[in-house]
Every structure is written in structure tokens, then in C-alpha cells.
């Protein structure tokens, strides 16, 4: 099952990699803003986890595009963000965001988050 | 120049144009005056002393609009130093307690990875390897390991805590440049202000970005997610 791991931050993309081996998942992909995370989906990506702040196009502008997309628009999107104020999170599932994870995070929670949203992934 | 220093500065500058404006009225008052008695014709000394109270006049009513304008400066720089700055002054300390926390967490692992070493070596040098606790060693090992790297987040927070303090001290630098264009019009901006040593764009951090209480905080998106999924269903 492969990932698409979207963060501006390479230190934090590194860290979410490592949590996704930690925990089973070791096929990953990654991209440093909106833009190139669209360039780099394709249907071979089961799964999305993504940053909101983010250059050129932010993590919830990546969100929209990608359900306006025929083969995105039921991909699990998993946003991790400092953010965590109620109206950004509401934004976030506007977006289509399917769950939410605050920075900083435990692995523990993203495997919980990720096993919640598995069954769509399948 | 500190925040404190800039408002002497300028309550300063405020005393003297008030002094200046007094001095002012009263040439004024005193032309006015001599202008109500009643002369034949006004000798040219006079016409001279009216022409320049004209002048002065106008130079009074300049000085009050820029009296004006300092004034606006004042409360704009007042409003920034005493709400953003104290904001930002906290973020800094926090900034530099979540780095400490970092290092300091990140050194138990090391201590605690160091020990893991010490007993898989003890292991090793037994006349039979236990392999169960070896493999359980390991493990622990990977963990201690892993805690670090999670430890770095702090780099992720702490750089957009950064950001954030950076364009709050841009726009206290573009208040008092506006301030200072008031005593010096053809001031350059290229020669008064300095490049951002950063990228300010807002849309790149998030100004509430925090190592804290991540914990209510996950709880809060996870209370808000099952509430609205709730709805919809």
C-alpha cells in the first residue's frame, strides 16, 4: 500500500515516513507542496497524509483539487498540521480532509488514524 | 532602537512641537492685536511683520497636522509593542523551552538506547545467548530510537513560531519607518529597512503553531470530526 506524504517540512516528512514503517507501511512517496503532491498522485497511491501550510499550494487547496480528481476523489486524505482552532479543522473537512492529526503527534495516533480510514484505502 | 526608547523619542518630539505651537499663537496674538489699532497708513516695517506672522501661520498649521500624524504613529506603535510584541515575546520563550525539551528528551533516549547496548553486550558475552531477551533488547532499542526522531518535531513548531515573531517585527519595522518618513520624507526604504531575513508570507506558518497541550488539542479535532460526520450521517 503506498502513501503520498505532503510536508514543506523535510524534517517532518522524514518523521511521518519513519512512523509509517514503523508501523507497516514502507512504500512511500513524498512531495514538498500542493503542487508537486498533484503531479505525484497517481492511482498507485492508496493513502494521503498531508501538511496545511505549505508554499505554492497548501495542504487544504491540495485537498479540493485532489476530489475534483476522477482517480482522487476517494483516496483517504489524512491532514497533520500545527493547526488545531475549531474553524481550521471545519475548513479541513470542507476541503475533504477524512481526519485530522495535530502536530507535534505520537505514532499511536497516526495508527489509529490510519486504521480507521483502511477500509476506504482497500 | 527599543520600544521603549522610540515612545521617549517621540513623546519628546510631541513636547517641542507643542512648545512651538505656543510660541506660535502668541506671535500670532500679538500681531493680531497690533493689527486692531487703528493707523492711517502702515508704515512698512509692519507689512513686513504681517507677511511673515502669514508664514509662520502657515508653518503652524503644517506642524499641527504633523503633530497629527505623530500622534496616529504613537498609538499604532503602542498598539503593536504592547499587544503583538508581548505575544511575540512569549512565543520566543516558548520557542526556546520546547528546543530545551527537545534536547533534553532526546538525550534520555541516547541514555536509555546506551544501556539497551550495555545489556545485548552482556548478553553476547554469556556462555548462552538468550535469545528472547536479546530480541526484547532490540526492541526496546528501536523504540528509544524512534522517540528521538519523534523528538524532532520541536523543528517543524518551533520554525513557524519563528516566522511568525519575524513578520510581527517587519510590521513594527514599516510603523516606525512610516514615523520616521514624518522627520525625514526622502528617507529610502532600501537604506532604512532591511531585507526580511525570512519568508513572511502568512500562508506558510500558522501564527498559533504550539508544542503544547497536543494532547486536548487532538482531542478537540477527534470531538469535532465525530460531531460533524455525525450530522451528516
Given at each position: 500500500?503506498?502513501f503520498l506524504v505532503v510536508d514543506d517540512s523535510a524534517t517532518m516528512r522524514r518523521i511521518v515516513v519513519n512512523s509509517l514503517?514503523?508501523?507497516?507501511?514502507?512504500?512511500t512517496v513524498e512531495a514538498a507542496d500542493g503542487v508537486e503532491a498533484?503531479?505525484k498522485?497517481?492511482?498507485?497511491?492508496?493513502?494521503v497524509i498531508t501538511d496545511w501550510n505549505m508554499p505554492n499550494m497548501s495542504g487544504t487547496?491540495f485537498a479540493?483539487?485532489?476530489?475534483?480528481?476522477?482517480?482522487?476523489?476517494?483516496?483517504?486524505v489524512l491532514m497533520v498540521t500545527a493547526r488545531?482552532?475549531?474553524?481550521?479543522?471545519?475548513?479541513?473537512?470542507?476541503?475533504?480532509?477524512?481526519?485530522?492529526i495535530?502536530k507535534p503527534f505520537?505514532?499511536?495516533?497516526l495508527?489509529?488514524?490510519?486504521?480507521?480510514?483502511?477500509?476506504?484505502?482497500? | 532602537?527599543?520600544?521603549?526608547?522610540?515612545?521617549?523619542?517621540?513623546?519628546?518630539?510631541?513636547?517641542?512641537?507643542?512648545?512651538?505651537?505656543?510660541?506660535?499663537?502668541?506671535?500670532?496674538?500679538?500681531?493680531?492685536?497690533?493689527?486692531?489699532?487703528?493707523?492711517?497708513?502702515?508704515?512698512?516695517?509692519?507689512?513686513?511683520?504681517?507677511?511673515?506672522?502669514?508664514?509662520?501661520?502657515?508653518?503652524?498649521?503644517?506642524?499641527?497636522?504633523?503633530?497629527?500624524?505623530?500622534?496616529?504613529?504613537?498609538?499604532?506603535?503602542?498598539?503593536?509593542?504592547?499587544?503583538?510584541?508581548?505575544?511575540?515575546?512569549?512565543?520566543?520563550?516558548?520557542?526556546?523551552?520546547?528546543?530545551?525539551?527537545?534536547?533534553?528528551?532526546?538525550?534520555?533516549?541516547?541514555?536509555?538506547?546506551?544501556?539497551?547496548?550495555?545489556?545485548?553486550?552482556?548478553?553476547?558475552?554469556?556462555?548462552?545467548?538468550?535469545?528472547?531477551?536479546?530480541?526484547?533488547?532490540?526492541?526496546?532499542?528501536?523504540?528509544?530510537?524512534?522517540?528521538?526522531?519523534?523528538?524532532l518535531q520541536?523543528q517543524d513548531i518551533?520554525s513557524q513560531?519563528?516566522?511568525?515573531?519575524?513578520?510581527?517585527?517587519?510590521?513594527?519595522?514599516?510603523?516606525?519607518?512610516?514615523?520616521?518618513?514624518?522627520?525625514?520624507?526622502?528617507?529610502?526604504?532600501?537604506?532604512?529597512?532591511?531585507?526580511?531575513?525570512?519568508?513572511?508570507?502568512?500562508?506558510l506558518f500558522d501564527?498559533?503553531a504550539?508544542?503544547?497541550?497536543?494532547?486536548?488539542?487532538?482531542?478537540?479535532?477527534?470531538?469535532?470530526?465525530?460531531?460533524?460526520?455525525?450530522?451528516?450521517?
Amino acid at each position: 500500500m503506498k502513501f503520498l506524504v505532503v510536508d514543506d517540512s523535510a524534517t517532518m516528512r522524514r518523521i511521518v515516513v519513519n512512523s509509517l514503517q514503523r508501523i507497516g507501511f514502507n512504500e512511500t512517496v513524498e512531495a514538498a507542496d500542493g503542487v508537486e503532491a498533484l503531479q505525484k498522485f497517481d492511482q498507485s497511491i492508496c493513502f494521503v497524509i498531508t501538511d496545511w501550510n505549505m508554499p505554492n499550494m497548501s495542504g487544504t487547496e491540495f485537498a479540493k483539487a485532489l476530489r475534483l480528481r476522477e482517480d482522487g476523489k476517494n483516496v483517504p486524505v489524512l491532514m497533520v498540521t500545527a493547526r488545531s482552532v475549531r474553524d481550521d479543522i471545519l475548513v479541513a473537512m470542507e476541503a475533504g480532509v477524512n481526519n485530522y492529526i495535530v502536530k507535534p503527534f505520537t505514532p499511536a495516533v497516526l495508527k489509529e488514524k490510519i486504521d480507521a480510514l483502511l477500509p476506504a484505502a482497500a | 532602537m527599543t520600544t521603549n526608547r522610540t515612545q521617549e523619542v517621540l513623546y519628546e518630539s510631541e513636547a517641542a512641537l507643542r512648545l512651538v505651537d505656543h510660541e506660535l499663537n502668541e506671535l500670532h496674538d500679538v500681531q493680531e492685536d497690533e493689527t486692531q489699532r487703528p493707523v492711517a497708513s502702515p508704515p512698512n516695517g509692519v507689512e513686513g511683520l504681517n507677511e511673515i506672522a502669514a508664514v509662520l501661520n502657515r508653518a503652524n498649521t503644517q506642524i499641527i497636522a504633523v503633530l497629527a500624524r505623530i500622534r496616529e504613529g504613537k498609538l499604532a506603535i503602542e498598539s503593536t509593542a504592547v499587544g503583538r510584541v508581548k505575544v511575540t515575546q512569549d512565543k520566543l520563550r516558548e520557542v526556546t523551552t520546547a528546543t530545551e525539551d527537545a534536547a533534553i528528551n532526546i538525550m534520555d533516549a541516547c541514555d536509555r538506547a546506551t544501556t539497551l547496548v550495555d545489556e545485548l553486550d552482556s548478553i553476547d558475552a554469556g556462555e548462552t545467548v538468550d535469545r528472547v531477551k536479546s530480541a526484547e533488547l532490540r526492541g526496546s532499542l528501536r523504540d528509544e530510537l524512534f522517540l528521538m526522531m519523534g523528538a524532532l518535531q520541536f523543528q517543524d513548531i518551533t520554525s513557524q513560531q519563528l516566522a511568525h515573531a519575524s513578520s510581527v517585527l517587519d510590521e513594527m519595522e514599516e510603523r516606525m519607518f512610516e514615523v520616521a518618513k514624518l522627520f525625514d520624507p526622502s528617507i529610502s526604504p532600501e537604506l532604512a529597512r532591511a531585507e526580511p531575513a525570512v519568508e513572511n508570507n502568512s500562508a506558510l506558518f500558522d501564527a498559533n503553531a504550539t508544542m503544547r497541550d497536543s494532547d486536548s488539542r487532538q482531542a478537540l479535532a477527534d470531538e469535532i470530526f465525530t460531531i460533524v460526520k455525525g450530522q451528516a450521517a
